[in-house]
């Protein structure tokens, strides 16, 4: 079946630092891939998204790029501030349905 | 993107007892969805909410325990029905949102159930 496989967390790093966070897939046909943020205390915001194979979707300074050879989509920036603590979910969207699968999240906490 | 919310914010209920959880969405929507977050977890899909018709629910999940309303293109409610503790999660709605694909999420319900 279908899944989502996400980097444990928690991740700590200093403010600046760059940032990855892995994300691997197992899907049927092509799906679309998602990151999700979640701040403390609040609900799930869209931070960026990919249809097809080799698209980047960006969104303030983060980067995930659609990789269907590795099934991959991991999340980058290249500085992050104290303002992105928060836990991040990787999701996926089967083809023609509206089911997302999402990943466990992993909780970032940035240091200033 | 539409702006959703629910109510209550956040809740202390007693084991027995049942909750409903409004979402409200500024524009009509075609689908809804309500989703649980267990503590430290993922979302799980619960249910989705068509207007018109009866819900759709998951795997593990049931209407005696979850019912769902759907009265119009703009509204839902999930009441969590003759709660334990092991029901203290926080619960998200989300629409299917005017972009293709892209779910839109609430803020959220965090119940806590003694």
């Known amino acids: 079946g279908n899944s989502v496989t996400q980097m444990e967390g928690p991740v700590t790093l200093s403010e600046e630092a760059f940032l990855t966070i892995n994300c691997t897939y197992t899907?049927?046909?092509?799906?679309?891939l998602f990151w999700y943020v979640q701040y403390p205390g609040e609900g799930l915001q869209l931070l960026l998204k990919?249809?097809?194979?080799?698209d980047k979707g960006s969104n303030k300074g983060f980067e995930a790029t659609y990789r269907k050879e590795t099934t991959s989509f991991h999340l980058e920036k290249g500085s992050v501030q104290v303002s992105d603590s928060a836990v991040y979910f990787c999701?996926?969207?089967?083809?023609?349905?509206?089911?997302?699968?999402f990943g466990t999240g992993t909780r970032l906490k940035v240091l200033a | 993107s539409a702006v959703i919310s629910q109510k209550p914010s956040r809740d202390i209920c007693q084991r027995g007892t049942s909750l409903t959880i409004q979402c409200q969405v500024d524009?009509?929507?075609?689908?809804m969805f309500w989703y649980r977050q267990q503590p430290g977890q993922s979302l799980t899909l619960i249910a989705t909410?068509?207007?018109?018709?009866?819900?759709?629910?998951e795997s593990g999940f049931v209407i005696d325990k979850f019912p769902i309303s759907r009265p119009n293109l703009t509204f839902s409610t999930l009441t969590v029905s003759n709660m334990s503790p092991e029901d203290s999660s926080i619960y998200l709605c989300?629409?299917?949102?005017?972009?293709?694909?892209?779910?839109?999420f609430g803020p959220g319900t965090r119940l806590l159930v003694l």
């Open positions: 999701a996926l969207l089967t083809s023609g349905t509206y089911k997302y699968i």
């Open positions: 899907a049927t046909g092509y799906p679309s």
């Open positions: 990919a249809t097809k194979a080799d």
């Open positions: 524009s009509q929507v075609t689908m």
């Open positions: 909410a068509n207007q018109g018709s009866e819900a759709t629910y």
């Open positions: 989300s629409d299917s949102g005017t972009e293709q694909e892209t779910q839109y």
